[in-house]
């Protein structure tokens, strides 16, 4: 096997069992892009020590128990994906800002649906919305997968070129995986709208917006089978909807500049928290060759 190359995929863990499911997904997901895997344990002293009683030797005593878990994790790790380089990390901090950290080196940041210690709360708490809507680079939130689930991705497509950087990870893992991409764009009439307007032609209209906006990608990415579909619907309850039969649902946080790209979207958050499938959030990705230019 060549030497993997290329930024990490880390995965923030606290040994709970929503984190060793994040730690096999990060795993396997390292050893199909064949870039390293990197284990961080992040050591907050904040549950057990304070400004105004401090612990002296808090981090101390905190030290071997975040370094059992990163063991755990590495074995885990290993098992999912034999040959896989893999590092852990243990650093002193919150949770949220020592993710923050890891991502200005990270290809992708993974993390759990539930925690415990180190990572509370990552889906409805703090951590996994500050992570999703501050980084730069994907955002993985790991849930269980549906039984259900069909060997497909679905992506949310408004339309705009705020898309492009899910666009572009969403075809990128269905082309890595194999998988089909579902591609899905809801739309809402006007409130209020007036009888004159016809919701058929409103749809048409949508659906003849959505398929030119594709045009591109499609050209770019002969080889991944697509299917496009039009709903009626608030993005949230269509995307939740497509979610039950998902392996990976793609979102972008689609901040437009300096004030909203450091707050997590409303829909990315709502799917965050209702989604039935893995939620990778994407704000802004690097470069990747192949990617199609979209005017």
Known sequence: MSDPVGDPIVVGTDGSAGAIGAVEWAAGHAGLRGVPLRVVHAADRL????????????????????????????????????????????????????LRDQAAHAAEVVLGSHGAHGFPGMLLGSVGNHVAGHVGVPVVVVRPTPAEAMPEIVVGFDCSESSAPALAYAFEEARLRGYRLRIVCAWEPPVPYGAAMNLDEMRQAAEDYARGGLRPWRGGYADVKTELEVVRAHPVTALVEASSRAALLVVGSYGRNALTAAVLGSVSRSLLGHAHCPVAVVRRTRPRGGEPVVS
């Open 47 to 98: 549950p057990y020590d304070g400004p105004r009683y401090p612990i002296p030797d808090c981090y101390d005593r905190l030290t071997p128990s975040g370094g059992q878990i990163l063991d755990c994790a590495e074995r885990v790790a290993r098992d999912r994906w034999p040959g896989l380089e893999v590092t852990t990390e243990l650093v002193e901090g919150r949770p949220g800002r020592v």
